[in-house]
Nanobody, 129 residues
Framework: QLQIVESGGGLVQPGGSLRLSCAAS????????IGWFRQAPGKKREGVSC????????NYGDSVKGRFTISRDNAKGTVFLQMDSLKPEDTGVYYC??????????????????????WGQGTQVTVSS
């Protein structure tokens, strides 16, 4: 059974940092593009960042550009989202998703939900003083 697990969420003060991790069981993340999405209370889920299976392409939402960095360690089968200079508006549940059906070529990633077939349960990030 394919399973994705996020970790690293928590409570942090504005201006602080967190690093989220995404790992999988039942398959290996290194073969697929990975996306991070988030959902704030009362809002629709939105794309935060994505990375191609090759690691050569990354994309970021406008609200996180310059503050968040996505990376992957294929040897460990893990994808990371480094979040710096956090703001209260970054609060939400963060989801990791994998293009486990291979909809995207190795150099591609997009921050829309449709190509991502496998999703984690999410990890809560709260930015508050």
């Amino acid at each position: 059974q394919l399973q994705i697990v996020e970790s690293g969420g928590g409570l942090v003060q504005p201006g602080g940092s967190l690093r989220l991790s995404c790992a999988a069981s039942g398959f290996t993340l290194e073969d697929y593009a990975i996306g991070w999405f988030r959902q704030a209370p009362g809002k629709k889920r939105e794309g935060v960042s994505c990375i191609s299976s090759s690691g050569g392409t990354t994309n970021y939402g406008d609200s996180v550009k310059g503050r968040f960095t996505i990376s992957r360690d294929n040897a460990k089968g893990t994808v990371f989202l480094q979040m710096d200079s956090l703001k209260p508006e970054d609060t939400g549940v963060y989801y990791c998703a994998a293009d486990s059906l291979g909809a995207m070529v190795t150099s591609m990633c997009v921050m829309i939900e449709a190509p991502f077939a496998s999703w984690g349960q999410g990890t809560q990030v709260t930015v508050s003083s």
